[in-house]
Antibody
């Protein structure tokens, strides 16, 4: 069974940095297309990034240049490094396996990032 | 890309059916057979219920069905049950070297 577990969410001040983790079991992160999706409080889903098995990553316009995805193959973990955070980045962040025909399954339970002074 | 358009809400009585639309453009919904649907209960992560326009993952009841015509995809929930009360989101591929796009979400209420 595939399981994804996010961690690292916190209350952080505007302008700060945070790194989220997505620990995987039942799949190999380095050989799997993985995405980060976020959901602001009371709002809809927003695609943040997609990382292909070959390592290329694409980012949403809203985070490009501030967020960076990386992988630790030894820990089978995907990371989302978030810099220059603003209140608009406040959201639950989910990681998910993305199939090549562009659907997500499964999703992690999510981790909450709150950007506030 | 702009979010796909869904009605904010839909409702039906137990046993009835409800259909949710998801309207995009020829660059996403209309251009590919890569539409998926997700069910999200309050405080929970989204759950895949439909992929590749009309396919159901193992374990998803046949009461959930979906289709696509032109730039609009649709999800139908038949035989509504109390447990179907949730938010539903569509998603579509939007071309190579780009992220996909989600719908605005629809809250389904079982009356």
């Amino acid at each position: 069974e595939v399981q994804l577990v996010e961690s690292g969410g916190a209350l952080i001040q505007p302008g700060g940095s945070l790194r989220l983790s997505c620990a995987a079991s039942g799949l190999t992160v380095s050989r799997t297309q993985m995405s980060w999706v976020r959901q602001a409080p009371g709002k809809g889903l927003e695609w943040v990034s997609v990382t292909f098995s070959g390592g290329d990553t694409y980012y949403a316009d809203s985070v490009r240049g501030r967020f960076t995805v990386s992988r630790d193959n030894s820990k089978n973990t995907l990371y989302l490094q978030m810099n220059s955070l603003t209140a608009e980045d406040t959201a639950i962040y989910y990681c998910a396996r993305e199939y090549y025909t562009n659907y997500f399954d499964p999703w992690g339970q999510g981790t909450l990032v709150t950007v506030s002074s | 890309q702009s979010a796909l358009t869904q009605p904010p809400s839909a409702s039906g009585s137990p046993g009835q059916s409800v259909t949710i639309s998801c309207t995009g453009t020829s660059r996403d919904v209309g251009g590919y057979n890569y539409v998926s649907w997700y069910q999200q209960h309050p405080g929970k992560a989204p759950k895949l219920i439909i992929y590749e326009v009309s396919k159901r993952p193992s374990g998803v009841p046949h009461r959930f069905s979906a289709s696509k015509s032109g730039n609009t995809a649709s999800l139908t929930v038949s035989g509504l049950q109390a447990g179907d009360e949730a938010d539903y989101y569509c998603s579509s591929y939007a071309g190579d070297n780009s992220l996909g796009v989600f719908g605005t979400g629809t809250k389904v209420t079982v009356l």
